[in-house]
């Protein structure tokens, strides 16, 4: 059963903590991306990694660290320093680069602050 | 600045009419365009892509590409109440391992 999964579902986060988000891919995509989408907004993107042990900064990574040890796994790590974490995280990813290559995304974690 | 706006909605259509959705791009470097559907509290899925200026047909969906003008439209034939969702375009620049997303046009499809 190939996909991308996101965990958990749910995420409550205490004043002053990290939490991290699970994401893994099976598909054997290179690329991997992390958005946070706010109500009534679009997607905007945090972190993007192309390849295992390299990543690069979206326009909002600020508060937010990653690592890609592994091809199939990219997790997020919401740190104190982002004062507003409360979104929806979407993970996605893609084949390989390329003009006609689409994104898939998994069914996201909702980060709520206690 | 890249951006891409939308326009947020709703657009209401009572069922079997054409809905007509809309998207605007500031950069004229821009290489592919995609239309995603979303459900409320659910991920988006691919609905249409295009690259090149022109109409693309899917099935029900029509994606409409104009770069002279900076536009990109989906039109969705005969609108089913299932069709009811958060409609976002994407574009991909020419660094083309990046999206950018409007912020989504909410359509309801009235039975």
Redesign the interface.
Known sequence: DGGITQSPKYLFRKEGQNVTLSCEQNLNHDAMYWYRQDPGQGLRLIYYSQIVNDFQKGDIAEGYSVSREKKESFPLTVTSAQKNPTAFYLCASRPKPGLQETQYFGPGTRLLVL | QKE?E?N?GPLSVPEGAIASLNCTYSDRVS??F?WYRQYSG?????IM?I?SNGDKEDGRFTAQLNKASQYVSLLIRDSQPSDSATY?C?V?WGD????Y????TKLNVKP
């Open positions: 891409v939308q947020s290489q592919s995609f659910k991920s988006p899925e691919l892509s690259y976002l994407a991909n083309f391992n990046k999206f997303f409007g912020s989504g």
